[in-house]
């Protein structure tokens, strides 16, 4: 079955009380559209159409970031969500199957859930997608005839009875494309809102003698976003999803309720991820690595073996090699570290590679900046480099050479070599004592003019 899929992601989110539109909000490190764009992706549908409004520009950016393929339609007005959908009826044109509608601020809705929709397809013309609510609250009822939906009533135009019903509407529609465009011109504003509702067209289909039927799901793949409250709640839910994922999936969490992950971190079996360890978008641990705890990682491969932390801060670009140790406030930033590297105290490491078995010793920094453009620097396997060493970019450092403790390396060091650049030390005897003396006595002074 060939399928499409329309987001509607016009609102402006009067509540979240921001200039950023309500649907780039993000959760987990990425836009709650992002998350809807990936459920919509999964079914592989021969065109996705994004229906943007407030901030449409900015929304557009974001989906042509994800997906370029993606078409983005706009809906000037925002006349309810029947409105919506038939923005997206050009794009659309000549399209042959099922169309999938779903909402950028509803963004937990499973592909599995989606695809037992377009299984009900095939004996419902259209096919809704409901949940039992503890507290139904203001959502749309589905009005049930035993197996058969007869219609959704919205809340503002329900009755007592009707507002007695436990069993809501998600908004999520699956329906042939020529039949929901057809229903959605009979659709009128003739409502408490005066708006075009979407969920009109179950009556209008029960009218013309077309079945509807109903896939249900959890409440909470439902979640709808309109607040900041909401959009904690949200972020909540999905961290603890992650959390219990991966470790089903292999990896020790020693405080899960403290590690935060993103949209799309990866990380493999028998890792072991320490308390308070933030993951950011686009972070991949292989199997067997140990994230030491109050690190930060984002943008950034952790290779079989690797040891990363406690407070070490791995930036976009970083490539950790095999079995590598990355200790205590130590940066990594646009470089690689070769295998069995030793970065472990105190250093920067920036737009440079460190060969195989290096060590750098504490307080080691790349100057790689110039106030203008980024310089490399190249560290040769087995180089030792000695404690606060600045290595001022673009310098190559060669394989098993050595700096110094306390230098400043300006120049090329070829391999095996030795390279000093420090002041020549001098010593003044006595001149410690006779310092202090002076000082304690200017003190005394003090304390007296006082």
């Given at each position: 079955m060939s399928i499409a899929t329309v987001i509607l992601a016009a609102g402006k989110g009067t509540r979240m009380n921001s200039d950023i539109p309500k649907v780039l909000h993000?959760?987990?490190?990425?836009?709650?559209?992002?998350?809807?764009?990936?459920?919509?992706?999964?079914?592989?549908?021969?065109?996705?159409?994004?229906?943007?409004?407030?901030?449409?520009?900015?929304?557009?950016?974001?989906?042509?970031?994800?997906?370029?393929?993606?078409?983005?339609?706009?809906?000037?007005?925002?006349?309810?969500?029947?409105?919506?959908?038939?923005?997206?009826?050009?794009?659309?044109?000549?399209?042959?199957?099922?169309v999938i509608v779903l909402y950028a601020d509803t963004p937990f809705v499973r592909p599995e859930t989606l695809q037992a929709m377009i299984d009900a397809r095939s004996t419902q013309d259209v096919v809704?997608?409901?949940?039992?609510?503890?507290?139904?609250?203001?959502?749309?009822?589905?009005?049930?005839a035993g197996e058969t939906l007869e219609a959704i009533v919205?809340?503002?135009?329900?009755?007592?009875?009707?507002?007695?019903?436990?069993l809501c509407n998600s908004g999520v529609v699956a329906c042939d494309a020529a039949t929901l465009f057809s229903l959605l011109d009979a659709v009128t504003n003739d409502n408490a809102a005066g708006e075009y509702y979407l969920t009109d067209i179950i009556g209008l289909a029960r009218a013309r003698g077309l079945s509807a039927g109903v896939v249900t799901c959890p409440q909470a793949e439902t979640l709808g976003i309109n607040s900041r409250a909401e959009l904690a709640a949200a972020d909540a839910l999905f961290q603890q999803a992650a959390r219990a994922t991966a470790m089903e999936d292999?990896?020790?969490?020693?405080?899960?309720?403290s590690i935060y992950f993103a949209y799309?971190?990866?990380?493999?079996?028998?890792?072991?991820?320490?308390?308070?360890?933030?993951?950011?978008?686009?972070v991949t641990i292989e199997?067997?690595?140990?994230?030491?705890?109050?690190?930060?990682?984002?943008?950034?491969?952790?290779?079989?073996?690797?040891?990363?932390?406690?407070?070490?801060?791995?930036?976009?670009?970083?490539?950790?090699?095999?079995?590598?140790?990355?200790?205590?406030?130590?940066?990594?930033?646009n470089a690689t570290i070769d295998a069995g590297a030793k970065v472990n105290h105190l250093s920067y490491i920036g737009d440079a590679f460190v060969g195989a078995g290096a060590n750098i010793g504490a307080g080691t920094i790349t100057c790689n900046y110039d106030g203008v453009l980024k310089h490399h620097t190249h560290i040769g396997a087995r180089a030792f480099i000695g404690s606060n060493t600045m290595l001022v970019a673009p310098v190559s450092i060669g394989n098993e050479a050595m700096t110094a403790s306390g230098s400043v390396i300006t120049s090329d060091v070829e391999d095996g070599a030795l390279a000093i650049a420090r002041a020549h030390q001098t010593e003044k005897p006595g001149m410690a004592r006779k310092l202090m003396q002076m000082l304690r006595a200017k003190k005394a002074r003090q304390t007296r003019g006082n």
């Open positions: 993000p959760i987990a490190g990425a836009p709650m559209l992002v998350h809807a764009l990936q459920a919509a992706r999964s079914l592989e549908p021969a065109g996705m159409v994004v229906v943007a409004g407030h901030g449409a520009e900015a929304v557009t950016q974001v989906v042509q970031e994800y997906d370029e393929e993606t078409q983005v339609v706009v809906q000037d007005e925002q006349l309810g969500t029947g409105h919506a959908v038939q923005q997206a009826r050009a794009a659309l044109d000549g399209f042959d199957g099922t809704v997608l409901g949940f039992e609510a503890t507290d139904p609250g203001r959502y749309g009822r589905l009005k049930m919205e809340f503002n135009d329900a009755t007592e009875a009707e507002r007695a019903i436990t292999g990896v020790t969490l020693l405080d899960p309720a799309d971190t990866v990380i493999g079996r028998d890792t072991v991820i320490e308390p308070h360890v933030f993951f950011g978008p686009e199997s067997g690595a140990r994230i030491r705890a109050f690190s930060h990682l984002e943008g950034c491969h952790v290779a079989r073996g690797g040891v990363v932390g406690p407070y070490a801060r791995l930036r976009p670009g970083a490539e950790l090699s095999e079995d590598v140790r990355v200790g205590n406030f130590v940066e990594i930033k």
